[in-house]
């Protein structure tokens, strides 16, 4: 995992603020969901994508190397 040397203290109501930067590096804007995991003692926030990256389709998507795909785009991009 890549350090961004950037160190955010967390106010009385649990919140943090994400810098300018780093939400445009990343695609996140206003009022877009964020996604909260957890691995181990990290705290992980994932850009929400409920549906395909590729297509916009929200059926039965399944997620590969952590991105959103459905079943038709898969099978277009394994031939």
């Known amino acids: 995992m ?5 160190v955010r203290k967390v106010d009385e ?7 300018i930067e780093l ?9 877009d969901s964020l996604e909260i995991s957890v691995n181990g003692n990290q705290v992980i926030l994932s850009k929400y994508e409920p549906a395909c990256i590729f297509c916009g389709n929200a ?7 952590e991105k959103k795909i459905c079943p038709k785009c898969a099978a277009e991009i394994s031939k």
């Open 2 to 6: 890549k350090s961004t040397g950037i």
């Open 13 to 19: 109501l649990g919140r943090i603020v994400l810098p």
């Open 23 to 31: 939400r445009r590096t990343l695609g996140i804007n206003i009022k």
């Open 59 to 65: 059926k039965d998507v399944i997620t590969f190397k």
